[in-house]
């Protein structure tokens, strides 16, 4: 069999970091499993946009086309702005390659302490699946008036049949593999037009599951409830706005956005899937070994998943669990002293 290709996209600042290590974990499990994977790096980041003028070439999404899967570290530093490095590079690339759903799995591990004092390890988790390229993120809308008075801005969120239905249908499937429950946020009570045609769809769609238990929230008390009672949680469904804001949410309540992964991906695997941890580039720590390297390394188990390989997958993540259960390799985000050559070292021992 050919090896699966996959494209590397560092990033900047620790994203170059954790990027080398999940590579590093990557060629062990591959070792141990015998996975052929080929890698191709592309130096696409904020410092190409400073020497060159963008963030990647022109014929950037032509070049990664052919990929088997994206694998990135983070991108964004202090002289670009943010929109320009995130509409220059990740959003480009989600949408072209129709990366429709956004995965972000939440768990509390052993040794990883939560913030909330009745999350006990093991008891919490859950994922979330976010629609990643329609809803509130849309590019219709435009400003007038600039500078006088009657100013005015205006942002149409755009929420499409299929659009929702192949989200909610992700969502009941994987619940379905899982503990089957589903949670789909809303607010359908404010928001007159697209909320209740969100929810129309998604119980539609609920009615082709009918193994899997479901129940809609509105998204105020489901921030509530994610912090009161993370344990209750098995699959949450959102749009692109609540699926952000509750991702970022779930990542603190797991203890540290250090190990937070998450998958961009394209389930009619038309198009490569993308990678990534939910971190950025960290400037404040970037280029000290300090990163905590857990987010991007659960990122590639999720990788491994994705290209067909679920016992790599499993055993990347049992690997994790073994590292984060240590105090000597919990880095500094995670109240520990470990650097993040010595976390690489443990996790790949744990697969030797
Ligand atoms: P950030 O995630 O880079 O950092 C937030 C805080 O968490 C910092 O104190 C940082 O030291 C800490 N942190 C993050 N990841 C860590 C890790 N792996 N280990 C230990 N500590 C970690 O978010 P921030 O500061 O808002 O953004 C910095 C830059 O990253 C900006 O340019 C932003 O646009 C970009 N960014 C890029 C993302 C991406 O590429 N997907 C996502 C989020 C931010
Ligand atoms: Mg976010």
């Not at 692109?240 to 998958?263: K, R, T």
Request: some cysteine.
């Amino acid at each position: 069999m050919a090896p699966q290709r996959i494209a590397v996209i560092p990033g900047d600042g620790i994203g170059v970091e954790v990027t080398v290590a999940a590579r590093a974990v990557l060629d062990a499990v591959a070792d141990r499993h015998r996975l052929e994977l080929s890698y191709e790096e592309f130096d696409w980041s904020c410092r190409r946009h400073m020497e060159q003028g963008a963030m990647m070439p022109p014929d950037g999404i032509a070049v990664l086309r052919p990929y088997d899967a994206i694998l990135l570290g983070a991108v964004g530093w202090p002289g670009v702005p943010d929109h320009v490095s995130l509409w220059g590079l990740l959003i480009p690339i989600r949408r072209a390659f129709r990366q429709y759903v956004n995965l972000r799995p939440v768990r509390v591990f052993d040794g990883v302490a939560s913030p909330l004092r009745h999350a006990a390890p093991g008891s919490v988790d859950f994922v979330v699946v976010r629609e990643n390229v329609e809803g509130e993120y849309s590019e219709i809308g435009g400003r007038m008036n600039r500078g006088f008075p009657d100013e005015f801005a205006v942002q149409e969120s755009v929420f499409t049949r299929a659009g929702v239905t192949r989200i909610a249908d992700h969502a009941f499937a994987l619940a379905a593999g899982r503990r089957s429950y589903v949670t789909s946020a809303t607010k359908s009570n404010g928001i007159m037009h697209t909320l209740p045609f969100w929810d129309e769809v998604v119980a539609e769609r609920a009615a082709r599951f009918p193994e899997v238990r479901w129940d809609a929230e509105h998204i105020d008390a489901l921030a509530a409830k994610l912090v009161l009672d993370p344990q209750r949680f098995d699959v949450i469904v959102a749009s692109n706005l609540f699926g952000d804001i509750l991702s970022d949410l779930a990542a603190a309540v797991a203890g540290s956005i250090g190990i937070a992964p998450s998958a961009n991906l394209d389930p009619t695997r038309t198009y490569p899937s993308m990678f990534e941890p939910v971190h950025g580039s960290a400037p404040d720590i970037a280029g000290q070994g300090a990163a905590n390297p857990v987010g991007a390394v659960w990122s590639a188990a999720l990788m491994l998943e994705h290209l067909g390989h679920p016992a790599a997958a499993a055993d990347v993540v049992a690997a994790i669990e073994a590292s984060l259960a240590d105090p000597a390799t919990r880095t500094r985000d995670l109240g520990g002293t470990a650097g993040t050559a010595a976390v690489v070292g443990a996790l790949v021992d744990h697969l030797g």
